[in-house]
């Protein structure tokens, strides 16, 4: 079911899982949820159960990341991947190198530009800002990684 007006902010309720009422933001945030659940995660306790404060240029500002992983991998599935979605990733990473973001694109990231006219792919951004990347779906090889500390449902310390 879509909901909202703005084009833009098209949510998609997950109808087939088990928690119908939670809303995501996207199909591909869906069906990164129903993968997640087949590996044996609770995607619904997970999903956006983090909440990390990080200080914008001249502004504070807060990211959830889309599935902190229980090993403590966290993971952000991005469509897009606007100009503001990259100032933001360096930021985070910046203000909070103890954290382990990656990223799984929608597109092939070896294929899409960062922008129009742009010669840089979203892989090469990745690579070239410290960020590991995956395509399509989160890859079992991150599911199956030590454990790394992360509170869940807590938000993280300020950074300094």
Known sequence: MIRGSNRWAKRVELKDSPFIKKVLKSKFEADTARYLMTQGLDAEDIYESLKITYVKPAQKGNYKPDWPLPNGVIVETKGRF???DRQKMVQVSKQHPHLDIRLVFYSDP???KINKGSRTTVAAWCEKNGFRWAWGSVPEAWLNEPEKPIIFG???PDAE
């Open 154 to 156: 807590k938000e993280l």
């Open 82 to 84: 606007t100009a503001a």
């Open 110 to 112: 070896t294929r899409t």
